[in-house]
């Protein structure tokens, strides 16, 4: 029973267009989510955080969107660029859990020059 | 500052046999974590240390894994004996007191 869900395995965009990597949420006891980066033969590496309390993060070309009451949360690249092809995951933590994140499977974005 | 530093990268065994998995977190975090991801699913938790204490391994998938974290610094992940479903991609992590985790570059290990 996967608490956190990254439908599209794969998303192919083009160099200066703007991808959107979307994820969904099923325990309501999450109250804080993270978006991680991960290139081939390396860790996850930290991209940008939202709490529940905010529905917005922007940090630079990323912004991620939280909703809710839909349990969705998304994460926008413009403009996006090659260098950020790579797997994207998202994460939850709920407080009192440590800290522990719940990940999603991952989506592989790839960008095309 | 170091990062999370995890050896071997990789680890190819034979079923039944013992592998050791290592991480090095960085200096003075209090929290480390191992995770792991198969077959290009989700990234899973598997424990949680603070220091040397395990405060969560509600992941670990069964008897045959045993976690240790000496003196609270460095942490081993053994797998004895191991089977063909233990194959994936470890990754360690640690943590100070805030929500920010760093990772290592993980152990792949192959169970053949």
């Known amino acids: 029973d996967q608490q956190v869900k990254q439908n599209s395995p794969s998303l192919s965009v083009q160099e200066g267009r703007i991808s959107i990597l979307n994820c969904d949420y099923t325990n309501s006891m999450f109250d804080y989510f993270l978006w991680y980066k991960k290139y081939p033969a390396e860790g996850p590496t930290f991209l940008i955080s939202?709490?529940?309390?905010?529905d917005k993060n922007e940090d630079g070309r990323f912004t991620v969107f939280l909703n809710k009451s839909a349990k969705h949360l998304s994460l926008h690249i413009v403009p996006s660029q090659p260098g950020d092809s790579a797997v994207y995951f998202c994460?939850?933590?709920?407080?009192?859990?440590?800290?522990?994140?719940?990940f999603g499977s991952g989506t592989q974005l790839t960008v095309l020059p | 500052e170091a990062g999370v530093t995890q050896f071997p990268s990789h680890s190819v065994i034979e079923k039944g046999q013992t592998v050791t998995l290592r991480c090095d977190p960085i200096?003075?975090?209090?929290?480390l974590y191992w995770y792991r991801r198969v077959m290009g699913k989700e990234i899973k938790f598997l424990l949680h240390?603070?220091?040397?204490?395990?405060?969560?391994e509600s992941g670990m998938p069964n008897n045959r894994f045993l976690a240790e974290r000496t003196g609270g610094t460095y942490s081993t992940l053994k797998v004895q004996p191991a089977e063909l479903e233990d194959s994936g991609v470890y990754f360690c992590?640690?943590?100070?007191?805030?929500?920010?985790?760093?990772f290592g570059s993980g152990t792949r290990l192959t169970v053949v």
């Open positions: 992590a640690s943590r100070s007191n805030g929500y920010g985790y760093t």
């Open positions: 994460a939850a933590s709920a407080s009192g859990s440590a800290r522990q994140l719940t």
């Open positions: 939202i709490s529940s309390i905010k």
């Open positions: 240390f603070v220091k040397e204490s395990k405060q969560d």
């Open positions: 200096s003075g975090h209090d929290n």
